[in-house]
């Protein structure tokens, strides 16, 4: 006995969720958030579940049968959220705070509303060129020449892997492409440059891109853990000595520990000489460059055959956006640029299609939301809100600077310090200054109202607070820095 399923049922069977519904839960949901973003110190910044808890709450496999939206979004608070860490929290000074924005979430919001790859300009010219405007507009406002072309792709990871690719393509004589490496004469000699202090994903592009990391020679730093670039400028003529091959350096601009500056104008000229790529990760100190007081931070980076500037490390924009550019995009579409029968369009000489400048085809429509947060910050408002981050961060220098049980370990040329706790007794080991910090750490974070971290330098554990939150205000570094100073004192009496 089939019955006709009536309407309400039928749509349970087929087609998407009905308008009336979407538009309910879409309050809903948009009200939770402007409600979370609000106050998101209502939770401990950091997530304090155990490994595995929120895996044992979910059940093993999926249901079979349709569910409530209602339910879900009621697990999504009871389930989910007691296992989120909260970026968006104004205490959140961990690692780099990757810091959205309202207009950013509305720029989301749309683009994944519809839903378009930008893959190829017709598969939706607006994404390609819009693309192709925003990151125009950005190039103009961290200062780099119009020679330089933008695109997009998710992480500075990636658009250092394709800067190492282009590197390699570029190398006279190799072909890669055609041969791989292991047909490529000497392609097994190539070495690739970037200091002690550079990103892990330099070495993993290095990995990927068949350099292997006995092709990666890392150069010493000085005292302010910037490139020497004497020492670069030996290892590359010691290299060349010996048969091996230079093909890229790569500079960073705010490097991830302590956020020091490598000489770029040297180290570009270096380049030149032996006619290396220079690619520059600046993918949290070049933002900073919107400001032209900060300008100076890409200074040499005219010279650099590609940069990459990360969006989602300090311009307000939600994960991910990674800008990337390039004087020489040419190469990273003969790089990269393969196209199949089923791609091919009658425009192709006419337009920009993505696609054939990455490992990736298919491509999200993130130039939507750095266009709405551009448009609706303007350059007045990125600036005030970087140089008040800037202001917080030499704030917190300054205390530091002034207690005699704290002690800061690197320059602050952004908005990240790093410092520690010291213990006054002369004869104090490293071990027991480390087990200090370590404790004071841990302290701090197990209270879930602030959230720190840590890193090595010269072998001596420090700690780290970066400040690129909209929402992190004097109050919030004050409160941090006095829960240090009463932490601090507390350890060290208890250790005796
Ligand atoms: C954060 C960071 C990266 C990695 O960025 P992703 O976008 O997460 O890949 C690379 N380089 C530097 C200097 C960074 O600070």
Redesign the pocket.
């Known amino acids: 006995m089939d019955e006709v399923p009536k309407k309400d049922e039928r749509r349970q069977i087929l087609g998407d969720m009905p308008p009336e519904d979407f538009r309910r839960f879409g309050y809903r949901v948009i009200d939770w958030i402007a409600d979370y973003l609000a106050h998101p110190e209502r939770y401990p910044v950091l997530s304090q579940v155990k490994p595995g808890d929120i895996l044992s709450h979910l059940p093993e496999s999926a249901p079979d049968q349709p569910e409530d939206m209602e339910a879900v979004l009621q697990d999504f608070e009871q389930q989910i959220l007691p296992g989120i860490t909260h970026w968006n929290h104004p205490a959140f000074m961990a690692?780099?705070g990757i810091t959205g924005s309202c207009p950013g979430i509305l720029g989301e919001l749309l683009a994944s509303g519809l839903n378009v790859n930008a893959m190829l300009w017709r598969t939706s010219p607006a994404a390609t060129e819009l693309e192709q405007r925003a990151m125009d507009w950005l190039r103009q406002w961290v200062g780099l020449p119009a020679t330089f072309e933008g695109v997009v792709y998710?992480?500075?990871?990636?658009?250092?892997l394709v800067a190492v690719a282009a590197a390699r393509e570029s190398v006279p004589g190799l072909a890669v492409r055609e041969k791989g490496l292991a047909g490529s004469g000497d392609a097994s000699r190539l070495r690739l440059y970037a200091s002690e202090q550079?990103?892990s994903?330099?070495e993993k592009a290095a990995i990927l891109a068949g350099i292997g990391r006995q092709g990666v020679r890392k150069i010493g730093t000085g005292a302010d853990f910037r490139m020497d670039a004497d020492a670069l400028e030996r290892a590359i003529e010691e290299d060349i000595a010996s048969g091996w091959r230079p093909f890229c350096v790569v500079a960073?601009v705010?490097?991830?520990s302590t956020t020091s500056i490598d000489p770029v104008p040297r180290i570009a000229a270096l380049c030149a000489r032996h006619r290396i790529w220079l690619h520059v990760?600046?993918?949290?100190?070049g933002c900073a460059a919107v400001l032209p007081e900060m300008r100076h931070v890409l200074d040499g980076c005219e010279e650099a055959d590609s940069l990459?500037v990360?969006p989602?490390?300090w311009l307000f924009t939600p994960l991910?956006f990674?800008a990337f550019y390039s004087r020489k995009l040419s190469v990273v579409r003969q790089a990269f640029s393969l196209v199949p029968e089923y791609l091919k369009t009658p425009e192709d000489n006419q337009v920009r299609n993505f696609m054939d400048y990455g490992p990736q085809l298919g491509r999200r429509f993130r130039a939507l939301k750095l266009w709405m947060i551009m448009r609706y910050f303007g350059l007045e408002g990125v600036r005030s809100r970087l140089r008040e981050h800037i202001r917080l961060a030499r704030l917190f220098a300054s205390w530091v600077d002034d207690h005699p049980d704290f002690e800061r370990c690197a320059p602050t040329p952004f908005s990240t310090i790093c410092f520690r706790a010291r213990l006054e007794k002369e004869n104090a080991s490293i071990q027991s200054q480390d087990a200090l910090n370590e404790k004071l750490l841990e302290h701090v974070n197990a209270t879930g109202r602030f959230f720190l971290s840590h890193t090595r330098l010269n072998g001596r554990l420090v700690l780290r607070m970066a400040i690129g939150n909209l929402r992190t205000t004097e109050a919030h570094v004050r409160g941090c820095w006095e829960l240090l100073c009463e932490q601090a004192a507390l350890i060290k009496r208890t250790a005796g």
């Open positions: 690692y780099f998710d992480t500075a990871s990636i658009s250092s550079a990103h994903s330099i960073t705010g490097t991830t990760d600046a993918a949290y100190g990459v990360n989602h490390k991910d990674s």
